[in-house]
Structure formats: structure tokens, C-alpha cells
T-cell receptor, first 115, second 115 residues
Framework: AQSVTQPDIHITVSEGASLELRCNYS??????LFWYVQSPGQGLQLLLK??????LVQGIKGFEAEFKRSQSSFNLRKPSVHWSDAAEYFC?????????????FGKGTKLSVIP | IAGITQAPTSQILAAGRRMTLRCTQD?????MYWYRQDLGLGLRLIHY???????GKGEVPDGYSVSRANTDDFPLTLASAVPSQTSVYFC??????????????FGSGTRLTVV
């Protein structure tokens, strides 16, 4: 079964600093990869997704992520963090080769932003 | 209605009582899902339905049941609620049995407290 690991439970950055949130996955064949963001008390919003093609994916709100097959990683980046980016971020994977198509989520990384 | 509607938004429930969480989508998506979100555990799949008339078990199905009588509705039932079912429940849908390229749409969640 596929799994997703987000090694960092909580990250704190200063406003304007760069950000990288880590995500590692295990999968059977061809992964579909996602990053979601959840603001406090809210539902999940899709930031970006990768399923084929260019390994550098651009998303909303200035986020990007890079798929690295050799490292089984799909890290999320943003060059300059805004206070409104404070939220919880979830990496998720669908293993399209395993006959099941449900999203498997990591446990999340909470981002705090210092003004 | 636009997207996914979940009801109720929140509920306090006495242990041992029966409860149905409602989920309705207006996007004609084939597949629907129920997740629960717990602090430090991320989102875990409870049950899913790839198409109307079919359902399947996810990672944490015990104590829950679902039905999919039509495309739009996917209710989740707790037959006899226990305190460990205190959680935030999210319904989601996708427009294919292989949703990788298309992503998922999430509802706003139901916060359930079992006392």
C-alpha cells in the first residue's frame, strides 16, 4: 500500500523568507501527487498536483513543487512566505498502478509565520 | 448548491446514539469518499464509492457504514457512536474512478463530538 511521510510536524518561518515543506512517498508504479492546504477551521484547498510531464509543477498562491522520482519526493516550495500562508499543509498520493484510486494523506505540516 | 454540501456542520452526540452525516454533490462525479481528520494523524479514508451502487472499505471503516443509492448522495452512518469517533469528517468527490489528473473536491467538513 502506498504511504506518505511528511517529516516536519511544525515549521516556523519569518514573513518574506523562503519555504520548503518535505514530502516523501512510497508507491507501486506511477504516482499522482498532490499538495493541499487547510486554514484553521476550514476545508482542504488544492494547491497543485502532478501526474505526468514536467517535474516542476506550479500551483496557486505562488507555490511550486518538484517531483523527484529518484528520491521519492515531492517537496513544496515558496520563495517568499506571506503571513496568510500560515496553515496546515498536506501531501497526498494516489497510486494509479495499484488498482485503487483513493488519496492517501501524510499527517500534515503546520506552518507558522512570524511577522 | 455548488460543489459538495455536508450536513450538519457540527454535532454533539451522546455515546450509543445513531447518527448519519450527509454529503451531497452537484458535479455528477462518479467517485465519492469519506475521510476523518484527527490531530496528528492527518486524513484517513473511512469508506469510498467508485460509482453509484458500489462501496468499499478504506483504512478505518470499523463502526461506520455507507450507501450510494444515487450519484449525488453518499451518507455516512455511525450505528452506535463511541467517543473515539469524535473527529472532523470530510466528504470528497472526484470525476473519475481514476482521479489522478482531475483531483478531488472536498466538502467543508462536519465536526462531530461524541460524549
Amino acid at each position: 500500500a502506498q504511504s506518505v511521510t511528511q517529516p516536519d510536524i511544525h515549521i516556523t518561518v519569518s514573513e518574506g523568507a523562503s519555504l520548503e515543506l518535505r514530502c516523501n512517498y512510497s508507491y507501486g508504479a506511477t504516482p499522482y501527487l498532490f499538495w493541499y492546504v487547510q486554514s484553521p477551521g476550514q476545508g482542504l484547498q488544492l494547491l497543485l498536483k502532478y501526474f505526468s510531464g514536467d517535474t516542476l509543477v506550479q500551483g496557486i498562491k505562488g507555490f511550486e513543487a518538484e517531483f523527484k522520482r529518484s528520491q521519492s519526493s515531492f517537496n513544496l516550495r515558496k520563495p517568499s512566505v506571506h503571513w496568510s500562508d500560515a496553515a496546515e499543509y498536506f501531501c497526498a498520493v494516489v497510486d494509479s498502478g495499484a488498482g485503487s484510486y483513493q488519496l492517501t494523506f501524510g499527517k500534515g505540516t503546520k506552518l507558522s509565520v512570524i511577522p | 448548491i455548488a460543489g459538495i454540501t455536508q450536513a450538519p456542520t457540527s454535532q454533539i452526540l451522546a455515546a450509543g446514539r445513531r447518527m448519519t452525516l450527509r454529503c451531497t454533490q452537484d458535479m455528477r462525479h462518479n467517485a465519492m469518499y469519506w475521510y476523518r481528520q484527527d490531530l496528528g494523524l492527518g486524513l484517513r479514508l473511512i469508506h469510498y464509492s467508485n460509482t453509484a451502487g458500489t462501496t468499499g472499505k478504506g483504512e478505518v471503516p470499523d463502526g461506520y457504514s455507507v450507501s450510494r443509492a444515487n450519484t449525488d448522495d453518499f451518507p455516512l452512518t455511525l450505528a452506535s457512536a463511541v467517543p473515539s469517533q469524535t473527529s472532523v469528517y470530510f466528504c470528497a468527490s472526484s470525476d473519475s474512478e481514476t482521479p489522478g489528473p482531475y483531483g478531488y473536491t472536498f466538502g467543508s467538513g462536519t465536526r462531530l463530538t461524541v460524549v
